[in-house]
């Protein structure tokens, strides 16, 4: 005897197939975002760092100073956080992804405070080594410095919307599971300007224009998006917060990069 299949049965199994697909996505889409924000990483500051290490061998550059080491290691440590949590979310173990969940307590406010050193740490290392160089080396060294004032608004904007999207993200864990995991990784996105900007092989406009950090923002969040919009068919809430903090301070970037009140302001904003 032949079973032939109807209409009927073949387009329930197309639903059950497409159902079975869109639940696949949805528990793994987090782990992907991880592990995608993790690559965008890796890839921009490993061959960056190795070359920077060779020249510090060679004697070409000065020794990186402590608190970029802690800096790295704590970022670093963050974005195995996102990668642990989506993955125990995605196997459905949520009593250990709220346990460790407590780490983000401690690991934000710990990146923000060494960031915030950081930053006047490297521009007066760099001022250090101006002073030090030839004559004929000095007008190329002030570029990069210029280069550095406008890069601080970048940095700026992260040292602000990070901890308070965190927080955001923290505050409604309990309440609001879909904003708390999105607005977890729409808090990264911003920093993620730091990788992308070390991939030489990229389009840039730095150091003329801050557009394309901003681009490279908008696509590595790009697939969490799609798949929303796609899924939901409209935009849901998280987005729309991050935009809120997101399109204003772009706006600042931009009008400032580069400007001569804004090279007159940012030394002084380090101590210089």
Do not use: C
């Not at 956080?81 to 979310?89: D, E, I, S, V």
């Not at 991939?199 to 840039?204: A, F, G, M, S, Y």
């Not at 901003?214 to 799609?226: E, K, S």
């Amino acid at each position: 005897m032949s079973i032939v299949a109807t209409p009927h049965a073949t387009q329930a199994g197309y639903r059950a197939s497409e159902s079975t697909l869109t639940n696949a996505i949805d528990q793994w889409i987090y782990v992907f975002m991880a592990a995608l924000f993790i690559a965008i990483t890796l890839t921009g500051f490993v061959p960056d760092s190795l070359g920077k290490i060779a020249a510090i061998e060679a004697g070409a550059r000065p020794p990186f100073p402590l608190v970029l080491h802690v800096h790295s290691v704590l970022m670093g440590l963050f974005l195995i956080l996102l990668l642990a949590q989506a993955t125990l979310a995605a196997t459905g173990r949520l009593r250990y992804h709220q346990r460790l969940g407590v780490a983000a307590v401690v690991l934000a406010p710990a990146i923000v405070v060494a960031g915030f050193i950081l930053v006047p740490t490297m521009h007066h290392q760099m001022w250090d080594g101006m002073q030090a160089a030839p004559a004929e080396a000095q007008a190329g060294i002030q570029a990069l410095i210029s280069f550095f004032n406008d890069i601080m608004l970048i940095q700026i904007r992260v040292g602000i919307v990070f901890p308070l999207l965190i927080l955001i993200a923290l505050m409604v864990r309990k309440s609001d599971s879909g904003l708390h995991k999105r607005m977890m990784f729409l808090a990264s996105a911003p920093a993620l300007p730091a990788a992308f900007d070390r991939v030489t092989w990229l389009p840039h406009t730095l150091p003329d224009s801050p557009l394309s950090p901003d681009l490279y923002i908008l696509l590595a969040v790009a697939p969490m998006f799609i798949w929303d919009l796609v899924r939901m068919r409209s935009v849901h809430r998280a987005y729309r917060i991050w935009l809120a903090f997101m399109v204003p301070s772009s706006i600042v970037i931009h009008s400032l990069w580069g400007s001569d009140w804004w090279q007159a302001t940012a030394p002084r904003l380090v101590g210089l």
